[in-house]
């Protein structure tokens, strides 16, 4: 088996090849690969840290509910024995209601539109 001379040429000439791209070019593009995936990673951390504080606050809310609940449960209002008569009753309060005369009208109407008139001059 004879070795000519391109043949060691070549391999030469691939070696030198190689170590450029691997050393020159693909060093680069890997270390932007890794900054890339580590700054993915430090996103999904956050994301899974804020999850579970969250998760923890919407439990203390529920506990906290939960204990409002049990206080107002424990301390209902009481009824009040000298008006339970008035509860069970149908006794209904008079109520006044004022009425207006025309004249009442008429007069609370020009007042309205003066005012309006006022406010119309303004702008």
């Not at 890794?34 to 999850?51: F, G, N």
């Not at 204990?67 to 024995?81: F, G, I, M, S, T």
């Not at 207006?100 to 109407?109: E, G, R």
């Amino acid at each position: 088996m004879e070795l000519n001379i391109t043949l060691v040429v070549q391999a030469i000439n691939f070696l030198c090849a190689y170590y450029i791209l691997r050393y020159g070019f693909f060093s680069y593009a890997v270390a932007a690969a890794q900054a890339d995936k580590e700054y993915t990673d430090s996103l999904l951390s956050a994301i899974a840290d804020r999850t579970v504080i969250l998760e923890q606050k919407r439990f203390e809310q529920e506990e906290h509910w939960k204990a409002c609940q049990y206080k107002l449960a424990q301390h209902e209002p009481c009824q009040r024995p000298h008006l339970q008569q008035a509860y069970n009753s149908d006794i209904v309060p008079p109520l006044h209601v004022p009425t207006l005369s025309d004249n009442d009208i008429t007069q609370a109407v020009a007042q309205a539109a003066a005012a309006l008139q006022k406010i119309g001059d303004r702008a």
